[in-house]
């Protein structure tokens, strides 16, 4: 799973293909679209520091594999 968590604006403006999209801010709602805390989540933002925090918030809640990837700044694939 590839975790979007930027603002909803941002998202839409551009992200990496096959992400969803949870805003930092929201990150307790994971638990209601990632409902196997065993699934492997990788965790990006803007330049890495939304996704670090995230990743330590679904840590909190239960995750096992969360990874935060850094940020979509450094990314040289394709978004949409």
């Known amino acids: 799973m590839l975790l979007d ?28 679209i990632i409902r196997d805390h065993n699934t492997p989540v990788f965790v990006y933002c803007l330049r890495g520091t939304r996704s670090r925090r995230a990743a330590g918030a679904m840590k909190k809640l239960g995750y096992q594999q969360v990874k935060s990837i850094g940020g979509i700044a450094a990314y ?4 949409e």
């Open 76 to 79: 040289k694939g394709e978004t």
């Open 5 to 32: 968590v930027r603002s909803e604006n941002e998202f839409a403006g551009g992200h990496i293909p096959g992400s969803i999209n949870i805003p930092v801010e929201k990150i307790s709602e994971a638990e209601h």
